[in-house]
């Protein structure tokens, strides 16, 4: 059995002592800023990838890793005790279990969410090791007008699936591939759009804009209302569930896990849609819908499977393709290119400790959180009464050392300023910052990809078209556009990302 | 016929890409733009830009036929009081080093909140600075000076 072989490989690799410490570093370290209200994944990770330059690419890549899931976790903690959702993709789960929570039964929410993710995760893993090398087999077979092609199937899904305009989403993804071009080009050695500073020659740094966009612009949105802000918190208790609760939702939970697991892999939020799609699905399901948003267990159940299967197969297209989904991936994608590696289907076959070890960890990851965070919820419940007004100095001071300790310069600190005005300008109009942060990843390797295929054909435009794989891949890409503006599909859509 | 503008969130989104797409436009026609084979540093950025400028248009002419909400609670005070801060520390934590720099940005960034007070707010300003420079400086050893040049260290 070669996928034993593999994983006997990554347990190797992820069962030292250094690199369980460091994955439960990061399981704790993501919980705790994720249970921070308004805090997302990517606002965390971008906060903490610089304390992970210093360690060796494996044990940074676990941490990151266990940073992610901690605090998506951390999340769906402060959607069910507060109602406020860290991040889109616990939207949902605010929507039962904070019902749940005025009932009483917090403690049943919160195991639940714990269980169904813990589950999911496992599941997620084990699809994310027997498939991904197949993929990754394929991928090495792909040239330059494949990977263009995937690439704009990529972003044209993201702004399918994400919510809000599709026209802005456009705008968003093109002004973020725009931004990506900043920066020293590769062919030919001049700087484009640097305005002659030096600090731009390599580019605009990649943590800025996700610490700015996401951090900074996130931070100046909560201080809008900050009156609004009802923290009243109580005490957590009946953690277990009861025999009738395991009745219910153990349904939710599977279905959940194979909605997440599907949806995980496309480009975009897997996450967020992931979750709305499994809500939607137990609603329709259910022989009693008119418990939904009234404390429903299953309510909690489906969506919180869901998206951490979706968070977990998310990794298979930045592993195997190389190609980052969702602006998440993206961070971690930009981390691996920092240690040095760069992500595709070349990690696989050449560096097979890493791989397999960055994939067990994610179960040991699972694992961690849920021995450590049912009996830890009394902590991660004070945290949450801390008053936001103390916490968001503190948490923009480790943004600025975060930013700074990148390279060391102060301008970074400075167009980490500047893309935190801009991300609160574009929150108010709203434009989504997500793909913007997604474009901008892709931009130098759609721009490098372009180029070395228009070359290759001798400037024939028809070799994207004439080869089977990259054909098919713009048809899927002109379907998703033409399925998402057809009127029918439209209203539907609509729909679906109101139910917040 | 009288034209106005019903969807301003829209409208302006639009005229923001308009502009930007412009800029990137114009700085692209500075660098070589080379043919389909061996495409130059102008030619993505020129093709991308345009794109930008359509979309744009096309928000600010959806924004005259579509009802939208307007721009309503934007929080200049805070935003201001944030970028400043932000910019200060900057300037500061190379010259002034990380202590003045922590005691700059905590202080001016926590009076965008609405429960600013003066006394929390130094004990929070005082707790973050020791806090970070046994964390950052003792125990990571990150090259920030704690004392800056400005001080003549």
Same mark, same amino acid.
């Given at each position: 059995m070669e996928l034993l072989a593999n994983l006997a490989i990554g347990i190797d690799a992820a069962v030292t002592f250094q690199n369980l410490f460091y994955c439960l570093g990061g399981v704790l370290l993501g919980t705790l800023i994720g249970v921070l209200p308004g805090l997302g994944p990517v606002a965390t990770i971008a906060m903490l990838l610089p304390a992970t330059f210093a360690l060796p690419p494996l044990s940074a890549l676990i941490m990151l890793a266990g940073i992610y899931y901690g605090a998506q976790y951390g999340g769906s903690t402060t959607a069910i005790l507060?109602? &406020?959702? $860290?991040?889109s993709s616990s939207v949902v789960t605010a929507l039962d279990g904070y019902q749940m929570a005025r009932q009483g039964r917090a403690g049943a929410a919160l195991s639940t969410a714990a269980l169904g993710s813990f589950f999911a995760g496992t599941v997620a893993t084990l699809l994310l090791a027997v498939f991904a090398p197949p993929l990754a087999e394929m991928a090495l077979k792909f040239g330059p007008a494949e990977y263009f092609s995937l690439m704009v199937l990529g972003l044209v899904a993201s702004v399918a699936l994400a919510n809000g305009s599709l026209l802005k989403a456009i705008g968003m993804i093109v002004l973020g591939l725009l931004l990506g071009l900043v920066g020293s080009d590769v062919n030919s050695g001049t700087p484009r759009?640097?305005?002659? !500073?030096?600090?731009?020659a390599d580019g605009i740094n990649f943590v800025a804009l996700a610490m700015g966009m996401f951090g900074l612009g996130e931070i100046i949105k909560n201080l809008?209302?900050?009156? #609004?802000?009802?923290? !009243?918190v109580k005490k957590v208790t009946g953690l277990w569930l009861t025999w009738d609760d395991f009745k219910l939702i153990w349904k939710p939970v599977l279905r959940g896990t194979g909605l997440g697991s599907i949806l995980g892999i496309l480009p975009g939020g897997g996450a967020i849609l992931s979750s709305f799609a499994a809500y939607s699905l137990e609603k329709k399901l259910s022989k009693t819908p008119e418990r939904f948003g009234k404390g429903a267990i299953e309510g909690v159940a489906a969506p919180e499977s869901a998206n951490n299967a979706g968070a977990q197969t998310s990794f298979i297209p930045m592993l195997t &393709? $190389?190609?980052?989904?969702n602006p998440v991936m993206a961070l971690m994608a930009g981390a691996m290119i920092i240690q040095g590696i760069q992500p595709g289907p070349l990690v696989m076959t050449e560096q097979p400790t890493l791989f397999w070890g960055i994939i067990v960890s994610m179960w040991i990851g699972n694992f961690f959180l849920i021995i450590l965070n049912l009996p830890l919820i009394g902590l991660w419940v004070r945290l949450l009464t801390v008053p936001y007004h103390l916490m968001f100095p503190a948490i923009l001071v480790f943004c600025g050392i975060g930013v700074y300790s990148? #390279?060391?310069?102060n301008f970074d600190v400075f167009m980490m300023a500047g893309f935190g005005v801009a991300g609160y300008i574009f929150s108010k109009l709203e434009c989504e910052p997500a793909p913007l942060l997604l474009g901008f990843i892709l931009g130098p390797m759609m721009e490098e990809n372009l180029r070395r295929a228009m070359t290759l054909s001798r400037g024939d435009a028809m070799v994207f078209i004439e080869r089977p794989i990259s054909a098919t891949m713009l048809l899927l890409a002109a379907l998703a556009m033409i399925v998402v503006l057809s009127p029918a599909v439209r209203k539907k859509r609509e729909e679906a990302f109101q139910e917040e | 016929m009288a034209v106005s503008v019903r969807h301003p969130k829209d409208f302006i989104s639009g005229l923001i890409f308009i502009g930007l797409g412009f800029g990137f436009f114009l700085i692209a026609q500075d660098y070589k733009m080379g043919?389909?084979?061996?495409? $130059?540093?102008?030619y993505l950025p020129t093709i991308l830009a345009t794109l930008l400028m359509l979309i744009g248009l096309g928000l600010v002419v959806r924004a005259l036929f579509r009802d939208g909400d307007r721009v309503t609670g934007v929080a200049w005070k805070q935003t201001l009081l944030i970028l400043i801060g932000t910019v200060m520390f900057g300037i500061l934590v190379r010259n002034a080093g990380l202590v003045a720099a922590l005691l700059a940005y905590v202080s001016i960034t926590a009076m965008a909140s609405i429960y600013f007070h003066w006394r929390a707010t130094a004990l929070l300003a005082a707790g973050m600075t020791i806090f970070c420079v046994i964390i950052f400086i003792y125990a990571l050893g990150l090259p920030i000076p704690m004392i800056g040049p400005w001080f003549g260290a």
């Open positions: 507060i109602n &406020l959702p $860290g991040e759009f640097t305005f002659d !500073m030096p600090d731009l809008e209302d900050e009156k #609004n802000r009802d923290v !009243m &393709l $190389g190609i980052p989904s990148v #390279n060391n310069t | 043919t389909a084979t061996r495409m $130059g540093p102008a």
